[in-house]
Each structure stands twice: as structure tokens, then as C-alpha cells.
Nanobody
Framework: QLQASGGGLVQAGDSLRLSCVAS????????MGWFRQAPGKEPEFVAAIQRSGYGSGTRVADSVKGRFAISRDNAKSTVYLQMNSLKPEDTGVYYC??????????????????WGQGTLVTVSS
């Protein structure tokens, strides 16, 4: 089970940190990803972080590069998404998800096997 939190209503330029706590599985064995979905649009890859043993490398979408960062704390079974310099186009429901797929495909939502319930981020201009 994945429980995401930390969303809210903020103004452009503000920051938010999302958290996603995993339970019921060996957290460190999974790559973790964040996706977002705006109304009427398909889920969009935001960021992913490798599982233990792979160096905890990260990948971030070009649209958020330099503003967002993903990290994980395996001891707390938690993955974070630090979002800075938020823009109105960052608005959407943010989902965390787990996968064991080959790292090359971590930006593909279809490769993720378990999803959290989502947390809403609204950025006003």
C-alpha cells in the first residue's frame, strides 16, 4: 500500500514537498516513481529513483528538471518529491508508484504495478 501526502494550494514560485509511505512490501527492492495527471490528460512522468543496490540514481522529466528533486529514505519506507519554483502548469494530482522494471523504462506508467491514491497540487498564478 502506498500513501501519498503533502499536496495543497500554493502560489506560483512556492515550494512543496510530497511524501509517499509504502507498507506491506520490501520498499528498498523497488524503483519508486512520481507521476502527475492534470484534468483531461494522461498521466505524466515526473521523477523516479532507483532501488537499493543500483546506486539510488534518479531521473527527472525535462519539464521539471532543475526545480524538482526525488529522494528516498529506505529506513522510513518513504519517497519524497521536493518541488520548488512551482508553476501553474505543475497543477495536477500527483501519484507515487512502484516498479521493478528495468531502469530504462521507469518513465513508462504502464510498467508500474502499484499506485498510491494521489495528492492534489494546485498552483495559482
Amino acid at each position: 500500500q502506498l500513501q501519498a501526502s503533502g499536496g495543497g494550494l500554493v502560489q506560483a514560485g512556492d515550494s512543496l514537498r510530497l511524501s509517499c509511505v509504502a507498507s506491506g512490501r520490501t520498499f528498498s527492492n523497488y524503483h519508486m516513481g512520481w507521476f502527475r495527471q492534470a484534468p483531461g490528460k494522461e498521466p505524466e512522468f515526473v521523477a523516479a529513483i532507483q532501488r537499493s543496490g543500483y546506486g539510488s540514481g534518479t531521473r527527472v522529466a525535462d519539464s521539471v528538471k532543475g526545480r524538482f528533486a526525488i529522494s528516498r529514505d529506505n529506513a522510513k519506507s518513504t519517497v519524497y518529491l521536493q518541488m520548488n519554483s512551482l508553476k501553474p502548469e505543475d497543477t495536477g494530482v500527483y501519484y507515487c508508484a512502484v516498479t521493478q522494471i528495468v531502469w530504462a523504462y521507469v518513465d513508462d506508467a504502464r510498467r508500474y504495478t502499484k499506485w498510491g491514491q494521489g495528492t492534489l497540487v494546485t498552483v495559482s498564478s
